[in-house]
């Protein structure tokens, strides 16, 4: 069964640096998204993706924030400048089409020093 | 705001036994999707509900959505050890393009062998 991965898995970074977290969506899916998850919080929206550009984002989303497709097949989320409360568990996510289920990649543990 | 959120917050029950998660939402929805995530892990895919439909099954999993309520239940019959684990339920309401989730804060599961 296809599925959506991400890489790296763990990425540790200091303050400042820039990270670029990588998703490789289900092939067939035409719907990109990243989520965050802080340590024992929820699940948060951060970016959506359709058709090469953001058709929403959230708060949290702001300038130090960007995402790409640029190969077709892989969908990164930059952070320009990290911030230790960029700490979380990042999620890619995928979807055919609106009336089927987002699936979920594993997760990228960012830890911000 | 459009926000799902779980009742109880943590539940223990010995294996065998049934177990019941509830989840309620403030506003209208297109369906409502519950995931599944082993402690600091990725979110699985459990089951999606939409929005005209009130019961679905899927293997020992039954979730109904009251749209009236606007209330969801996951239930999980016949609790195994390797069900424990944070269940979420989340919303999708597709508004002027806007297509994310939004998740509660989740039900801590635990299945006392």
């Known amino acids: 069964e296809p599925e959506v991965t991400q890489t790296p898995s763990h990425q540790v970074t200091q303050m400042g640096q820039e990270v670029i977290l990588r998703c490789v969506p289900i092939?067939?899916?035409?719907?990109f998204y990243w989520y965050r998850q802080i340590l024992g919080q929820k699940v948060e929206f951060l970016v959506s993706?359709?058709?090469?550009?953001?058709?929403?984002k959230s708060e949290i989303f702001d300038d130090q924030f960007s995402v790409e497709r640029p190969d077709g097949s892989n969908f990164t989320l930059k952070i320009r400048s990290t911030k230790l409360e960029d700490s979380a568990m990042y999620f890619c996510?995928?979807?055919?089409?609106?009336?089927?289920?987002?699936?979920f990649g594993p997760g990228t543990r960012l830890t911000v020093t | 705001s459009q926000q799902g959120e779980e009742d109880p917050q943590a539940l223990s029950i010995q294996e065998g036994e049934n177990a019941t998660m509830n989840c309620s939402y403030k506003?209208?929805?297109?369906?409502l999707q519950w995931y599944r995530q082993n402690s600091g892990r990725g979110l699985v895919h459990l089951i999606l509900?939409?929005?005209?439909?009130r019961e679905k099954h899927s293997g020992r999993l039954r979730v109904t959505l009251d749209t009236s309520k606007k209330s969801s239940s996951l239930l999980i019959t016949a609790s195994r050890a390797a069900d424990t684990a944070s269940y979420f339920c989340?919303?999708?309401?597709?508004?002027?393009?806007?297509?994310?989730?939004?998740f509660g804060q989740g039900t801590r599961l635990t299945i006392n062998p």
């Open positions: 092939s067939n899916h035409l719907y």
């Open positions: 996510a995928s979807r055919r089409g609106f009336l089927i289920g987002q699936y």
């Open positions: 506003t209208s929805i297109n369906n």
């Open positions: 993706f359709y058709n090469n550009e953001i058709s929403e």
């Open positions: 509900i939409r929005s005209n439909e």
């Open positions: 989340a919303t999708d309401a597709i508004i002027q393009g806007a297509q994310k989730l939004v």
